[in-house]
């Protein structure tokens, strides 16, 4: 029986042959069973991918449309053993798009087959591939110069490549590169030496793999469990249950809730087959404690040394979403099984693919990849990467769309200075708001240029204080004279705009004040973030609808003209979006009612909320 697992990733450029390679492997381990194979011949000449024989490529590229158009999209897994290994292949997408599929493969490899296409050598998308899987902790590589018999099986184009990628190695942290030129599609170099390139004495690629080994980084650290589920059927049972991420544990070992700070001593180690006597990395399993401790789900079980409980990460992200990453956005992030907001509080340098260096930048694009910090809404058990792929490994998820968006890797983790404090004041929010005789709210308008935002708040802050309240209002253009006066309209510039009146919001809400908020305000994630900041029954999103054709017919200060000139860049409707509100408190379709009249649904919808009498 082969000793362990071995987890291989195939990664680098678009059409470098990743796909025909594990298929031609397969074969000559005879992992194709017989009628795959049959299958196999049959597609190859109904696709008409070879002019003779087998296409291996479509073993991997299961999907119909890779099969129609030559390319990976997904990720596809394919099994076969040797004496000294199972092996899982990941056979991950080279186009640029889909690169979250490669970082997927990544996660988890041991080993990676990085391919080279012998008559293009090092692309921008080979480097980056090999940056994702060094960034993901794979420290073991195999390059694998392919199609070599298209540049005549000449020494010197390999040379050429193995100095090429010699002078980029210092930028990784591979502990292991070995260079071997193939001919995927032939089998030279796979599993056998090739007679075709006689200047080549070095091993195969089988043989490379199996000389691999698998990381013990999990199984070598100290023990990890985080908590998936509480499981307690009934009052006679309480189990924890989690996949160990690291260590070992035993009956009679303490271990500690890292959180709480309390512990308790493994009374069983409970799973489906009976109870073990031991439990190593990768085994899910459900803990029995000797006491109870107060544990749930996102919670983790450890033992010492202990992990460090942060809210504030330094961190190497790869961004994976269409709408950059900037400065101040939030996001869901997901790290083991505890889920918090996370706000990103610095985005420093992004690494250049040409040259591999870190340069400077503010915000990150579709598949770039930098150094992002991030504040938390809530502290994380966590490690850095290095040390644990499970507590040091997160994604980030957009709140409203629930999309993945990001991978990130924990370089350090720290929390916020103990030498800021909230301090509790005796006059609270409750005591000024009781004072004005109203309870405190942000009403915010939102809506295109020219929808009447302004004009609508104002006569509400005026029916407002007829009835004896207090307001405040803050709108876009006045504001941009003082407290935003240094930003400008680029979308990043837009984000860090509302969250400033955001917070300006949240604290006139603890003043007692009805806030009244007329702004743009185009992005939907940073209109929930204003409404994170205050209570849920407090914030009112008021979208004012008007159509952008009416829009433009008003433009009572010309500013859509000059957007269509050119004079005006990032305009919103015009060379900019506005994410129109999805489910608001209250809509006002000014098309079909005259600004009083809209002023007043917005009181009657005040009065039905009980926020005014």
Not at 221 to 239: C, E, K, S, T
Not at 326 to 344: I, K, P
Not at 405 to 427: C, L, N, P
């Amino acid at each position: 029986m082969p000793a362990s697992v071995l987890r291989v990733l195939t990664c680098g450029s678009v059409d470098d042959g990743k796909s025909t390679l594990i298929g031609r492997m397969l074969f000559e381990c005879d992992g194709i069973q017989d009628d795959v194979l049959a299958t196999l011949e049959r597609d190859s000449r109904r696709f008409g991918t070879v002019e003779n024989g087998i296409d291996y490529a479509l073993l991997v590229d299961g999907l119909e449309a890779e099969r129609e158009q030559g390319v990976t999209i997904d990720v596809a897994y394919r099994f076969f053993e040797t004496d000294a290994y199972r092996f899982i292949l990941a056979d991950t997408p080279g186009h640029q798009q889909y690169t979250r599929n490669m970082v997927t493969g990544a996660s988890t490899a041991d080993v990676a087959i990085l391919l080279i296409d012998a008559r293009k050598g090092i692309l921008p998308q080979t480097r980056r591939h090999a940056a994702i899987a060094s960034l993901l902790g794979v420290r073991q590589v195999v390059l694998a110069v392919n199609k070599m018999d298209l540049v005549d099986f000449r020494q010197e184009v390999f040379a050429k490549i193995d100095t090429d990628f010699e002078l980029l190695r210092p930028k990784f942290n591979f502990t292991s590169v070995t260079m071997i030129p193939v001919v995927a599609r032939d089998g030279d170099n796979v599993t056998t030496s090739s007679d075709r390139m006689p200047w080549y004495s070095g091993t195969t690629l089988l043989a490379a793999l199996e000389a691999a080994r698998p990381s013990t980084t999990q199984q070598d650290g100290a023990f990890r469990l985080p908590v998936q589920y509480v499981n307690r059927p009934d009052h006679l049972f309480r189990g924890y249950c989690g996949t160990v991420s690291g260590g070992r544990v035993r009956p009679g070992d303490i271990v500690r809730n890292t959180a709480a700070r309390t512990e308790a001593k493994v009374e069983r180690i409970v799973t489906m087959d009976g109870d073990l006597e031991e439990a190593a990395a990768g085994m899910p399993v459900t803990l029995v404690l000797d006491r109870e401790i107060d544990v749930s789900r996102g919670d983790v079980l450890s033992a010492d040394p202990q992990p460090v409980t942060a809210d504030r990460l330094e961190s190497w992200v790869v961004w994976m979403d269409e709408t950059p990453l900037f400065r101040g956005r939030a996001y869901l992030l997901m790290l083991g099984t505890r889920t918090v907001v996370a706000t990103v509080s610095d985005i420093t340098a992004r690494i250049d693919m040409e040259t591999l260096e870190e340069e400077p930048v503010r915000e990150l694009a579709l598949n770039e990849i930098g150094r992002v910090s991030l504040s938390l809404t809530h502290p994380v058990v966590c490690e850095p990467y290095t040390a644990s792929r499970d507590l040091g490994g997160f994604i980030l998820i957009d709140r409203l769309t629930r999309n993945t968006v990001g991978a990130g890797m924990v370089t350090t983790a720290g929390v916020r200075s103990t030498d800021i404090v909230w301090h509790q004041m005796e006059v609270d929010k409750t005591a000024r708001a009781r004072l004005k005789g109203q309870k405190p709210a942000v009403l915010w308008f939102t809506g295109l240029s020219g929808a009447g935002k302004s004009t609508i708040a104002n006569l509400v802050e005026k029916r407002l204080l007829a009835m004896g309240h207090h307001t405040m209002t803050l709108d876009g253009d006045n504001v941009r004279h003082g407290l935003n006066r240094d930003l400008g309209f680029s979308e990043a510039d837009r984000v860090e705009n509302i969250r400033r009146i955001a917070e300006v919001s949240r604290l006139f809400v603890d003043a007692g004040l009805i806030v009244i908020v007329s702004f743009i305000s185009p992005y939907r994630a940073e209109r929930m973030l204003a409404r994170d900041r205050v209570a849920k029954d407090e914030f009112f999103e008021i979208f004012v609808d008007t159509p952008v054709d009416e829009c433009r017919r008003r433009d009572p200060k010309g500013l859509y003209e000059k957007a269509d000139a050119g004079q005006i860049r990032n305009f919103t409707g015009v060379d900019a979006p506005y994410e129109e509100p999805l489910s608001p408190e209250i809509r006002l379709r000014t098309l079909e009612a005259s600004p009083e009249e809209l002023a007043d649904q917005v009181i009657e919808a005040l009065r039905g909320a009980g926020t005014v009498s």
